[in-house]
């Protein structure tokens, strides 16, 4: 059973950074996809980024060149670091994971997928993400 804990949430003013963290255990497949959502009080829930096992990478259009999602397979973490955040960015940030893929080939999978909620089958418990102006 894979399981996934954030960290690296909190606080930060306008134009700083902020790194999140996920770390995920119990993943024995090769196959599968990782990302970060976000959701504000009052709004659906938003994917922001999202990678597989390839390295292929996916953003949505408003975090595009600011945000990096990154893993470190040895170390079994997903991280998210936003750069130049804003106060639009304040939500609480979600770790989720197709893993394993509930497709047979993640590969021929296009990343964009994985900006959808509803691809994911395992979530993190979130964590606050504040930007203060």
């Known amino acids: 059973q894979v399981q996934l804990v954030e960290s690296g949430g909190g606080s930060a003013q306008a134009g700083g950074s902020l790194r999140l963290a996920c770390r995920y255990s119990g993943l024995t497949s090769a196959n599968f996809c990782m990302g970060w959502h976000r959701q504000s009080p009052g709004k659906s829930r938003e994917g922001v980024a999202a990678?597989?096992?390839?390295?292929?990478?996916s953003y949505v259009d408003s975090v595009k060149s600011l945000f990096t999602i990154s893993k470190d397979n040895a170390k079994n973490i997903l991280y998210l670091q936003m750069n130049s955040l804003q106060p639009e960015d304040t939500a609480t940030y979600y770790c989720?994971?197709?893993?394993?893929?509930?497709?047979?080939?993640?590969?021929?999978?296009?990343?964009?997928?994985?900006?959808?909620?509803?691809?994911?089958?395992?979530w993190g418990q979130g964590i606050q993400v504040t930007v203060s102006s």
């Open positions: 989720a994971a197709d893993a394993p893929s509930q497709n047979s080939d993640i590969g021929v999978v296009p990343t964009t997928t994985y900006l959808f909620a509803s691809a994911y089958n395992l």
């Open positions: 990678t597989n096992s390839y390295g292929s990478t």
